[in-house]
């Protein structure tokens, strides 16, 4: 039997105020759920407020729903997700039907409904400001005061680099991402700081890394993909990448400082995760952010300083510029994301389904998975089949290996990041065959419980 989960509610009233996105609430939301414990229960939103939000923007909190230990996060029905199904090609019958599916079954929102919950939690969205959280957990939620406080142990300068350096600032995850205009305001930040003469220093690797193909295609049209370039903010693909540790190497100055001068830089993400090690073996700190605030960061260079008044660097002219010079206006990005059209999905989605690397890939047709032997990816555990079942004594003594303390998280039994060249993961790849120089991530070789045993106890 299964416990039916509890259901905490979490009330929403007001509005996000000018300048304050999606991914300022959904990291206030989880530390309000982390300290009121939510572990493995549902959570819903209700109130007022929700009406405030886009699909878009419900979909950033929605996301981050392991990050703040629920089973899921969920939003009601309302005309939001009509103009979602709408803005995303779906067509008018089908738009039709889940209205009046959703209002007969009593799922259709009401702002005054107050449902009975396990427990009801208050967040007022009009007292949220921008915000980021770490260094090292997605709950720890921080003024951008704060910051410079969280990272004042991060050692010394190296070689020109600032101890605080910025050695990754990635747009990346479907969780921010998800949210358009979450993009357009990153794109409008790149813009202004390009108008304005500011670069990003020289030990920052950038990179944009939407969930979907059609992001660039938006991108394109509202012109801001050029400005994202212009400032090192290329798209490097599409998926997970950053957030799940796929960063590739920093770059070789940085890397270097790290190995040998004991340099501790600090990545700054719109991902959801920060556990040290996650986004790069070689960096322990690492910031959440909205993607325009990493925008900035990418930009200043450092982490430990409060991004919101400090200065970013310097015009043409030798004046400093602050955040407050490059942060657009709530009716500017909204302008923008509206020049979003409703087949970009479709036409997205196609191409890539067209994809001649994708159909070039050899795929059995057989009825039973054929295990290769030789696979370095895919493995059959010996210990998990009907043989060994039948072979198992009947009784067992197991003993434990490590009795933990809290913030033991699946990264770090499991880890997703780069296999690094000389652990213990690595040297059985290489042993199969492969190339020391591409043994690919944790993440990529999950199906291969040799290589995750190994990366566990590295």
Not at 116 to 140: I, K, N, S
Not at 220 to 227: E, K, P, Q
Not at 322 to 350: K, M, S
């Amino acid at each position: 039997s299964l416990r039916v989960p509890e259901v905490f509610g979490v009330r929403l009233t007001g509005a996000l105020p000018e300048g304050t996105f999606a991914t300022d609430l959904a990291l206030a939301v989880t530390q309000l759920l982390r300290q009121a414990g939510v572990a493995g229960e549902f959570v819903e939103f209700f109130g007022p407020g929700v009406g405030t939000l886009t699909a878009g923007q419900r979909a950033v909190v929605a996301n981050m729903a392991p990050e703040y230990g629920a089973t899921t996060g969920m939003f009601p029905i309302d005309g939001h997700t009509i103009d979602y199904l709408r803005a995303t090609g779906r067509d008018a019958a089908q738009v039709a039907l889940v209205e009046a599916y959703a209002r007969a079954q009593g799922l259709w929102h009401d702002p005054a409904n107050e449902p009975r919950y396990t427990t009801v939690l208050e967040l007022d969205l009009a007292a949220l400001r921008p915000c980021v959280a770490g260094p090292r957990r997605p709950q720890d939620r921080l003024d951008p005061a704060q910051v410079p406080a969280a990272l004042a142990a991060n050692g010394a300068a190296v070689g020109g680099m600032p101890a605080d350096a910025v050695a990754i600032a990635a747009i990346t995850s479907c969780t921010n991402t998800s949210d358009f205009g979450l993009l357009v305001a990153a794109g409008l930040v790149a813009r202004r700081a390009r108008a304005l003469g500011l670069r990003v220093p020289a030990w920052v690797k950038t990179s944009l890394t939407p969930g979907s193909p059609s992001a660039e295609r938006r991108l394109r049209r509202a012109g801001l993909l050029d400005d994202l370039g212009a400032l090192g903010f290329d798209i490097a693909g599409y998926g997970c990448a950053t957030c799940i540790g796929n960063s590739g190497p920093l770059l070789p100055a940085v890397a270097d400082a790290v190995e040998r001068a004991g340099l501790r830089p600090v990545a700054v993400l719109s991902g959801n995760r920060n556990f040290p090690g996650r986004v790069h073996p070689q960096i322990e700190s690492a910031l959440l952010a909205s993607p325009p605030l990493v925008v900035a960061y990418a930009i200043a260079g450092r982490a430990g300083i409060d991004i919101t008044l400090d200065p970013l660097g310097t015009d043409g002219e030798g004046r400093a510029v602050r955040l407050a010079d490059l942060w657009p206006r709530q009716a500017e990005i909204e302008a923008i994301a509206a020049t979003a059209e409703p087949g970009d999905i479709a036409v997205a989605g196609a191409a890539a389904d067209a994809s001649p690397e994708w159909a070039a890939l050899p795929a059995p047709d057989s009825i039973r998975f054929p295990w290769d032997a030789a696979s370095t990816y895919l493995r059959p555990p010996p210990f998990v089949s009907v043989a060994a079942e039948a072979q198992a004594p009947r009784h067992l003594r197991a003993h434990a290996l490590l009795v933990l303390g809290d913030d033991i998280t699946t990264d770090h039994i499991s880890p997703a990041g780069a296999i690094p060249a000389r652990s213990d993961a690595a040297a059985w790849l290489v042993e199969h065959g492969e190339d020391p120089r591409d043994l690919n991530v944790y993440a990529a070789r999950r199906g291969n419980w040799e290589v995750m045993l190994r990366g566990l106890f590295t």
